[in-house]
C-alpha cells in the first residue's frame, strides 16, 4: 500500500482508497469502542484525524501510544462527518514505530513559551509554530531563488572561508588548523590569516564583473557579542550584485525582491502564515498587505536626520550628521513616519566601509538601506566604487592594504564599469513574514553567545 504525506491526503480531491499515513502523534482520545488520534507528518500544519475501532489487538498497541509516538496508519481514506476537514482516515491496523515516554517528553498539549522551546531546539520543530517557521523559510528560500531566476541572474557560490572582512568591523570568527597550544592568531590556516566569511560581497562583485547579475545566498559570520532580538552569530545572506548598474537600480531590486518573495509565500503557505496572523501578531496580515502594496519610500539620509531631529520623540541615542542610525531610530521612520518600508539612502561615508561608492560632494556614498516596520535594518547595500583612483585613495584613508585586496583592485583596472549589490539578512526577512520578534525563532539551531548546544 502506498504511503500518502498528509498534505496530499488533506488536499485531495477525491478519496485515495487504501493508503498508509505515518508520522508523530499529536493527540489521542479514547472513545467507547474505538479511538480518535491526530496524526501530523510535518507535510503542512494541520493533522490528519484518524478513526480506529477497538479490538484486543489494537487496544494493546494503542496502550502504548502517546502523545509524540511515530505510528504508521494502514487504513481507508473517507469523507469525514466532522468539523474542519474534508477526509479522515478509517483504520485496519495501527502500528507504533517509536515511543514517547509520557512521563519524560517534553512537548505536551499546552501552549510552551518560546524561551523554554529555544532550550529544546531539536524537538520544537514538532510543534506547530515551529514547524510553520521552517516551512515558511523553506518556501521563502524557494522564492528567492525563483525570483532571481526569473530576472536571469545567476546563482554564484561565494566561499565561506576567507582572508578578507568585507565590513571592516572586525567581527570575524577566525579559523584555525592548529592545536590550542600552538595557536599562531596572525598564520592560523596553512600559513595564512584566515576567517569565516561575513559577506560574500566581494567575491559576488568578481562574479558580476563576468556574468552580469549574480546573487549568493549562504551563511554569514558575526562574531559580534550582541544580545539583541535582531542579532545571530550565524545567519543567511541573500546578496545580488549587478554590473552596469547604479544605486536606483540597486532600490528597485530590493523592493522588487521583498515584494516578491513575500506574495510568493504569501501563496505558498496560507495556512502556515495564518497561525502567525492569529496567535502571534495581530497585525500581520495589515502590515503585509500595506508592504506589498505601497511604494517603498526614499529618503536621503540628510533628510531622514533632519526628521529624527525634529520629531518630538525622544531617542535614547541623539541624532546628527555622521550618526550611524540605530534601531530605534530606524523603527521610528518605518513604524511611526512613514508607516511602511523606507529606503534611506546617501549615508556620510565616515560610517560606511571602504567599497562603496563615494557621491560628488564628498561626503555621503551611494548606500542604502531598507528598514522596516517592527525589525529597522532589513537590507544594506550600496553602488560599489569602480573608480581605482578613487577606491586607492579610499582604501589609504582608511588604512586598507592594497597588496591584500589586489584582486579587488584589478577588477577596476580591467574593464571596470558601474556595479551596485546589497545583502538582505533572510532570517529578518522571516521575521517581517512571520511577525515573530526574536530572530533566535526563525533559524532552528540559533548560534548566539547563548545558544550553541549543538
Ligand atoms: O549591512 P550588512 O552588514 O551588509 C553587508 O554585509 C554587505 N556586504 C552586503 C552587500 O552589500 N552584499 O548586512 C546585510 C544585512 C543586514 O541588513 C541585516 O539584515 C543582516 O544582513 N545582518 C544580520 N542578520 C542577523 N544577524 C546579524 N548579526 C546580522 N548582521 C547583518
Ligand atoms: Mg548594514
Redesign the pocket.
Known amino acids: 500500500m502506498k504511503r500518502v504525506k498528509i498534505h496530499d491526503v488533506l488536499a485531495a480531491d477525491a478519496a485515495l482508497g487504501e493508503i498508509v499515513v505515518k508520522g508523530w502523534v499529536r493527540t489521542k482520545r479514547d472513545s467507547k469502542g474505538f479511538s480518535f488520534l491526530e496524526i501530523n507528518d510535518g507535510s503542512c500544519l494541520k493533522n490528519v484525524q484518524v478513526v480506529i475501532d477497538h479490538t484486543p489487538e489494537i487496544v494493546a498497541e494503542l496502550d502504548k501510544i502517546t502523545t509524540g509516538a511515530s505510528v504508521r496508519i494502514d487504513g481507508t481514506m473517507v469523507e469525514s462527518p466532522g468539523k474542519g476537514q474534508k477526509w479522515e482516515v478509517r483504520a485496519s491496523t495501527i502500528r507504533l514505530l517509536g515511543a514517547a515516554d509520557a512521563e519524560t517528553f517534553p512537548l505536551q498539549k499546552k501552549r510552551h513559551s518560546d524561551e523554554f522551546l529555544r532550550g529544546i531546539a531539536h524537538l520544537r520543530p514538532r510543534t506547530n509554530k515551529y514547524g510553520a517557521i521552517f516551512r515558511i523559510r523553506s518556501e521563502a528560500a524557494q522564492a528567492v531563488h525563483s525570483f532571481f531566476h526569473e530576472r536571469g541572474f545567476r546563482y554564484v557560490h561565494t566561499p565561506i572561508l576567507t582572508g578578507s572582512d568585507?565590513?571592516g568591523a572586525g567581527e570575524m570568527f577566525r579559523v584555525t588548523t592548529l592545536e590550542p597550544g600552538e595557536r599562531n592568531i596572525e598564520e592560523d590556516f596553512f600559513g595564512k590569516r584566515t576567517a569565516l566569511t561575513?559577506?560574500?560581497?566581494l567575491e559576488?562583485e568578481l562574479m558580476a564583473l563576468a556574468l552580469g547579475d549574480v546573487y549568493t545566498f549562504g551563511p554569514?559570520f558575526?562574531a559580534?557579542n550582541?544580545n539583541t532580538p535582531?542579532?545571530?552569530?550565524e545567519?543567511w545572506?541573500i546578496?545580488p550584485?549587478m554590473a552596469f548598474a547604479d544605486l536606483e537600480d540597486n532600490i528597485e531590486l530590493a523592493e522588487s525582491m521583498t515584494k516578491s518573495v513575500i506574495g510568493k509565500v504569501l501563496d505558498a503557505c496560507a495556512d502556515d502564515v495564518e497561525l502567525f496572523a492569529k496567535f502571534v501578531d495581530k497585525q500581520l496580515m495589515p502590515t503585509l498587505d500595506n508592504i506589498m502594496q505601497n511604494e517603498f519610500v526614499r529618503l536621503p539620509y540628510r533628510e531622514a536626520v533632519d526628521i529624527l531631529r525634529k520629531t518630538k520623540k525622544k531617542f535614547e541615542y541623539p541624532v546628527e550628521f555622521g550618526t550611524d542610525l540605530q534601531t530605534e531610530h530606524e523603527r521610528f521612520l518605518s513604524e511611526e513616519k512613514f508607516k511602511r518600508p523606507v529606503v534611506v539612502y546617501d549615508y556620510p561615508k565616515s560610517i560606511k566601509?571602504f567599497y562603496m561608492r563615494c557621491n560628488d560632494d564628498n561626503e555621503t556614498v551611494a548606500a542604502m538601506?531598507v528598514l522596516v516596520p517592527r525589525i529597522g535594518?532589513?537590507?544594506?547595500?550600496?553602488q560599489r566604487e569602480e573608480r581605482l583612483d578613487v577606491l586607492q585613495e579610499r582604501m589609504a584613508e582608511m588604512e586598507l592594504s592594497e597588496e591584500e585586496y589586489w584582486w579587488y583592485l584589478d577588477t577596476r583596472r580591467f574593464g571596470s564599469v558601474p556595479h551596485a549589490?546589497?545583502?538582505?539578512?533572510f532570517?529578518?526577512l522571516l521575521m517581517l513574514i512571520t511577525g515573530v520578534t526574536n530572530?533566535r525563532d526563525v533559524i532552528a539551531f540559533p548560534r548566539t553567545p547563548r545558544h550553541l548546544e549543538f
Do not use: K, N
Open positions: 568585507c565590513e561575513v559577506s560574500g560581497q559576488a554569514t558575526r559580534e550582541s535582531r542579532h545571530v552569530a545567519f545572506m546578496e550584485e566601509p538601506d535594518e532589513l537590507i544594506g547595500g550600496s549589490g546589497f545583502g538582505m539578512g532570517e529578518r530572530i
